[in-house]
């Protein structure tokens, strides 16, 4: 009986039931698509970190080692289990050409280091996860440069200083568990070891990866503050295991997590959808639900009967949905398949996704349950006596249409309506309000980051020109001599040459830990800080947000740190704290005294004067200062940040397109709805004169005005609440407090005439059928 009424309600009312079913489906996908996709990363990041059984602490090293030492502090302490020294030859970008680029990599922000095959652990994999081993004359090149240049297998890299020149030709390309992401700015290139060692006698400085595999993983902070308080080679920073997987997994976790977040807010929309319909059938059904309690039907068989259409729409919806993730999960899983590779399937990729649909199912469940507890209210007689709710009411005297000097009739009417049905357009006002944050929230982040000033959340002040000199021999010498330069140079604006040397800082534990401080006049590019204020003393320091976080440490407290290589200790006042995503988010600045002996590296940004070109000056401090890099800083953040972007491109696009699709999905719904319960009221103004057109422009000035306020709304809530959630996504980078950084045409403009123009559109289609309504078929019936 039941199944025999779930047919003919399905036969009647076909366009009301697809759309649900559609609805549902489209949020049991996201939600199986956003959580498949974090279980996919969690597991290809494992089974990269495996294959090439990456190391649990490192430390970079510019300068010289001794290896014996190194060796005879390992054996000494209990926690090291493995422990390999890797050399790297750096490679100045402007002696790197690749593939069929005629531009060397001059100006990359990417330091090129070519290595050979590891021994122990830390190994470089193919496209399969399979350690490298190439033959002479090849090259491994890193995804990130087959990405950003679209190289091929067979593609030539040609390194060349005049003096030198060799060809390789591309037989792999690198996946690199440590150098993976685009925001870490060092990349690996695997050579044989015969080609490793002309490159080592011929060009390029000596760089050091010295890595630990522990004994026990959950020993890591202990190891790293044992290792940091030794006396062994430490100009470089230190990351150890977790920071890696972080990295790794940043961006596509943050992807994955706005989906699910998408997909929450579409099952909203969604259960209260499922609302609107129930009452109408309620409505619809009033008089019958009213002989069914009068002959003696259960309340609850009666709920049965309609709330098992219901839980058939979803189950098969949800089913549905999670079907077609599984088939359209590669458009989510793609830049992690790319960097991550295939971890090998397990039931948990399957059963975790088909857990969320189940969560899915459950909420509009409960969410019809509890809507069906009208029926409790309905009586026998009351239903008999009126056959409808009659929810509808309005003083007769409010919004009299005699008033009203400044609209036309159909305008006025339509605008009545809605002040009649707050609640029924209570509906339509939430989507237009969900729909236009799902949409303007990803444009504006992503104009955001394509913004010059996003370079403020990396710990860089602005500026026209940034020129970094990494360690070397003469590297103090030829730092004095970009000074010198550049204030001869009446063609400079401004400049400010910084310093970031590594210091010791003493925990609340009483530990030493390495801290990178940047040193110099912080004023002529001041960066904003989210508390207090820039080093203006010797004895202030500020804080990155992250540092600031795991040092326990706010505006006006106090550390102790290790000003230089004789134990001499200074306490330091915390002046501000500001954002910074780079180095893992953990840096310092300071005006501490020069300290050449613990350098990291040295910056200097400038300003040119007005009527000067950059792109000029740039080509010509590369020729002055090589192998300096001197680069734009807009080309720093895209070089920085490139597959982010990419990633939050595809996020926008998708997002806007589920926007446009739900909008027009629910106004089609509640427009058919409306139309057929007004069909009397229809029928009725069409006796009285008012033509099909007429009625239409009535319902195209609701949908009009309910979304216009809508828009206004969502726009609000998008610049405050949309924009305290991205910063809470970023601060587990660095940067906590993201301000949207807006383009009117973008987001005013563009996005609600895509959104207005699409539900203008579907009210006009859905409320076609109006041309049938007459009085004498309403008489009929």
């Keep these: 009986m039941l199944l025999k009424i779930l047919r003919k309600d399905f036969q009647r009312k076909k366009s009301i039931t697809i759309t649900l079913f559609i609805f549902i489906m489209l949020s049991a996908f996201l939600v199986s698509s956003g959580a498949g996709m974090i279980i996919k990363l969690i597991d290809s990041i494992e089974n990269l970190f495996s294959e090439s059984n990456a190391p649990h602490f490192v430390q970079m090293h510019s300068g010289e080692i001794e290896q014996t030492e190194i060796d005879s502090w390992s054996s000494r302490n209990s926690l090291v289990r493995n422990q390999q020294t890797v050399e790297m030859v750096n490679i100045d970008g402007a002696n790197v050409l690749l593939g069929n680029n005629e531009q060397q990599e001059t100006n990359s922000v990417m330091d090129i280091s070519f290595v050979k095959q590891n021994e122990v652990f830390d190994f470089l994999l193919d496209l399969e996860n399979q350690i490298i081993q190439v033959s002479s004359g090849e090259i491994g090149v890193p995804i990130y440069y087959m990405q950003r240049d679209n190289l091929g297998i067979g593609d030539k890299v040609r390194i060349s200083n005049g003096a030198f020149d060799k060809e390789f ?147 098969i919806a949800c089913i549905t949905g999670y ?114 944050i799902i949409i303007i929230v990803p444009v504006n982040f992503l104009n955001t980051i394509q913004s010059p000033s996003f370079i403020t959340y990396m710990g860089i002040g602005q500026s026209d020109i940034r020129i970094d000199l990494q360690q070397s021999e003469d590297i103090v010498q030829r730092f004095k001599n970009v000074i010198t330069y550049i204030e001869d140079d009446e063609d400079v604006e401004q400049f400010s040459p910084l310093i970031t040397s590594r210091f010791k800082v003493i925990n609340s534990d009483g530990i030493y830990e390495n801290i990178s401080v940047e040193t110099g006049d912080l004023s002529v590019f001041p960066l904003e800080y989210l508390e207090g204020q820039a080093p203006t003393r010797e004895n202030e320091i500020a804080l990155s947000y992250l540092n600031g976080n795991e040092l326990d440490k706010s505006v006006g407290d106090t550390l102790r740190l290790i000003t230089d290589n004789h134990g001499n200790e200074e306490e330091m006042l915390v002046s501000g704290i500001y954002q910074d995503i780079t180095n893992g988010g953990r840096t310092a600045k300071a005006l501490l005294p020069e300290n050449h002996e613990n350098v990291l590296w040295y910056v200097v940004s400038l300003d040119v004067k007005p009527h000067i070109s950059i792109a000029e000056k740039i080509d010509e401090y590369t020729k002055a200062f090589h192998p300096t890099k001197v680069t734009h800083l807009q080309g720093y ?145």
Excluded at 263 to 281: D, E, N, V
Excluded at 368 to 378: A, G, V
Excluded at 398 to 410: A, H, I, M
Excluded at 754 to 779: F, Q, R
């Design 323 to 436: 079907l077609v993730s599984l088939f359209i999960s590669p458009l989510f899983t793609k830049n992690i398949m790319l960097y991550a590779g295939t971890a090998s399937e397990n039931i948990l990729q399957y059963v975790i996704p088909f857990i969320s649909i189940i969560l899915i199912f459950l909420i509009v469940i409960t969410f019809c349950r509890l809507t069906f507890r009208r029926f409790n209210k309905i009586t026998a007689v009351e239903a008999l006596r009126s056959g409808s709710i009659g929810e509808t009411k309005i003083s007769k005297g409010f919004l009299s249409l005699t008033k009203s000097k400044y609209l036309e009739v159909n305008s006025f009417l339509g605008l009545k309506d809605i002040f009649g049905r707050l609640k029924i357009f209570g509906l339509l006002f939430f989507v237009f309000v969900v729909c236009s």
């Design 169 to 315: 030709t591309i037989g792999y390309f690198v996946r690199d568990a440590l150098m993976n992401p685009s925001i870490v700015h060092s990349k690996r290139f695997l050579v044989n070891e015969v080609d490793y060692e002309t490159l080592k006698n011929t060009l390029g400085e000596m760089e050091y990866l010295i890595e630990f595999q522990l004994t026990a993983m959950s020993k890591l902070s202990e190891f790293s503050h044992t290792y940091q308080s030794s006396s062994l080679p430490n100009r470089g920073p230190t990351v150890d295991y977790h920071t890696f997987k972080i990295l790794n997994a940043l961006t596509d976790g943050i992807v994955a997590a706005v989906i699910i977040l998408v997909s929450f807010l579409l099952i909203i929309i969604a259960s209260l959808c499922l609302r609107l319909t129930i009452l109408a059938t309620v409505e619809e059904d009033y008089r019958e639900i009213g002989v069914m309690k009068a002959i003696g039907i259960e309340l609850n068989y009666i709920i049965r009967i309609y709330l098992v259409k219901y839980i058939a729409i979803a189950a």
């Design 637 to 781: 953040l895209v070089q920085t940040l490139g597959n982010t972007i990419d990633q939050l491109v595809l996020l926008t696009i998708i997002s806007t397109v589920i926007a446009i699709f739900v909008s027009i999905l629910i106004t089609s719904l509640f427009m058919r709805m409306l139309v057929a319960k007004d069909s009397s009221e229809i029928a009725i103004m069409r006796s009285l004169g008012f033509s099909s057109k007429d009625i239409q422009v009535q319902y195209v000035a609701r949908v009009l005005l309910v979304m216009v306020i809508g828009i206004i709304l969502g726009t609000i809530f998008s610049n405050t609440i949309g924009q305290s959630i991205v910063s809470v996504l970023w601060s587990f980078m660095g940067a906590s407090q993201i301000e949207f950084i807006i383009n009117p045409i973008h987001a005013y403009v563009l996005c609600p005439i895509m959104l207005m123009t699409s539900v203008i559109v579907t009210t006009i289609i859905s409320t076609s059928s109006i041309e049938k309504s007459n009085i004498s078929g309403m008489n009929i019936e």
